[in-house]
């Protein structure tokens, strides 16, 4: 008998074919698993499972998944997944790291210069009729060059943020669980900063790509935001939780700090409603890797892990 694997939701068709040559596939609904109950119900005839960031699998779920061999994200980040439960349940993980890491890091700069450069307004003004001469006072912004950027989470898409921050000038430091090689310090000119506070007080822009983990959840909160300087830009595209949302739209509301990105949010889908009228803040729906060729690679990786697992690979073999 064919083993059988759950794709949660449409993705690349190719993807989805790599693994009908092995497996028999079935593929969700959008966002049918997005809900405990949905894949508790679902799992127990599946040896393999393509979720998505969105679907909570959790220690109930992996524990009903009687069948089930492998869960492959959808993914770089695997906050999602209960991975003690995982282990319990002789269940292997893997995510997608590296094939994402450009698209991210050019969507991270994409929104860095929107923000800095005050583009969604001054779209806004035009649409709106505003425009009738040019204004020698009007939409002036952040040049990035010769600006400080602090980098929190210096792994591959932290580094990969820095090397483009570099090519338009900028000063980069961060700060990061561990120091990075001296190789790439002294290639970025990169100054490790011990504290969040001595990043947020010395930064012009803060960006994050760091885990959620207990100790990043609301890394960024009122006090840190204060010490933030009120011209400071902040850009969130790892996970919503790291910032303390509430604290975040009153710092805009009150000019704390001068603007922000978040493509992530903390209770995904729902955005914080001071959010969405706070001034300066760009607001995009989680789409740093969406570009085609990465979100076919993120899918192709997914499953070759399926595959390798399914077809008797030792779990020490797949990416994670
Ligand atoms: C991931 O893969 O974790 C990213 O959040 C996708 O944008």
């Known amino acids: 008998m064919n083993k059988r694997v759950l794709i949660t939701e449409p993705v690349i068709p190719s993807v989805i074919q790599r693994l009908e040559n092995d497996f028999t596939v079935e593929v969700g609904e959008r966002g049918r698993f997005n809900n405990e109950q949905a894949l508790v119900e679902a799992i127990p005839k599946y040896h393999g499972l393509l979720p998505m960031l969105s679907n909570p699998i959790t220690n109930k779920v992996i524990a009903a998944g009687k069948n089930l061999e492998i869960i492959a994200n959808y993914a770089v980040g695997y906050n999602n997944i209960d991975i003690e439960a995982a282990d319990k349940h002789n269940v292997a993980v893997a995510n997608t790291p590296d094939v994402l890491t450009d698209s991210c890091a050019e969507f991270t700069m994409a929104i860095l210069l929107a923000v800095s450069r005050r583009l969604v307004e001054a779209q806004e003004y035009l649409l709106d009729g505003q425009f009738e001469s040019w204004d020698p006072m009007g939409f002036l912004g952040m040049e990035l060059q010769g600006q400080t950027l602090g980098i929190i989470g210096m792994g591959r898409i932290g580094t990969a943020v820095a090397r483009r921050a570099r090519a338009f000038g900028m000063q980069i430091q961060y700060h990061n669980r561990n120091r990075v090689s001296t190789d790439i310090e002294n290639e970025l000119d990169a100054r490790y900063i ?14 994050l790509h760091c885990p959620l983990t207990e100790s990043t959840r609301h890394l960024i909160d ?95 073999e797949i990416p994670n």
């Open 194 to 207: 011990e504290s969040v506070e001595e990043l947020a007080r010395t930064s012009d822009v803060i960006t």
């Open 222 to 316: 009122a006090d840190i935001l204060a010490l933030m300087s009120n011209k400071a830009i902040l850009l969130n595209t790892a996970r919503g939780p790291v910032v303390d949302e509430a604290a975040l739209a009153n710092a805009l509301h009150n000019g704390t700090i001068g603007g922000a990105a978040l493509d992530v949010f903390e209770e995904e889908p729902k955005v914080h409603p001071k959010l969405q009228n706070a001034p300066n803040c760009l607001l995009t729906p989680h789409m740093a890797s969406a570009s085609y060729s990465t979100r076919e690679a993120i899918g192709m990786m997914a499953a070759d892990a399926i595959s390798g697992i399914l077809n008797g690979k030792p779990p020490s």
